[in-house]
């Protein structure tokens, strides 16, 4: 099981915001080496209650919130990552560990016993919140992303494009799983992770991105989009 804590800040860009800062980036930071020069894909089946009471309470604000997802970086992946992300005041936990595709795949149809043969807490902590909250699949997320890291204070900096969504076959490992876009093409997400401070270099490019810092995930994103989707039906 792997746990992270640290801070985020988030940002919407448009297209020329996001050249001039990946620009600086590149002359500042090491790119991340799963790149690969122009970046990976990022997959994310996210569960929610059948009252969306995760959605809705990032929605409100709510301070203690979780966001219960399993993330994929290609269709063709023998595993995924199950993942706990949690707010705590200033900071984000999260927490993860691997299954095997076949489990994912269980799970991704709503049957979550597999997570009950691993001798481990985290499993069985997701295990009773799945269970006991009747939790099931509820949006397929997608986008592109590329990644800079610099070692101090572990920050790391991402540019995610191109967003898509699904709220109807919940098949991560699909490789055509029929997502619509969330947002226009021309804009990009901007996401800096850190932990205890960033570095002043790094602030200053924050000034490059105006009054764009957001406060609504890409998981809320997608779920408002189906809902207007919905209503224009």
Known sequence: MQRVLRQEKKYILNTEQRMRMEARLEKMLRPDP???????????LY???MTSRDFYDKLAGVELRRKMRMRIYHPEDEYAML????????????????ITR????????????????????????YYSILTMNQYRPAAIVEYHRKAYILPENAIRITFDTGLTASEGRMSIFEAQPGLYPVIQPWKAFLEIKYNHFLLSYVKEL??????SEMAVS???LSRRQSLHRSESI
């Open 34 to 44: 799963h790149n690969e020069g122009v970046g990976y894909m990022v997959r994310s």
């Open 83 to 98: 993942e706990i992300k949690q707010k705590q005041g200033q900071n984000q936990l999260k927490r993860s560990m691997r």
């Open 218 to 220: 890409k998981y809320c």
């Open 206 to 211: 924050l000034n490059m991105c105006d009054d």
């Open 102 to 125: 076949k489990e994912a795949m269980q799970m991704e149809r709503g049957d979550y016993t597999p997570l009950r043969a691993y001798d481990n807490e985290f499993a069985a902590e």
């Open 47 to 49: 569960f929610d209650t």
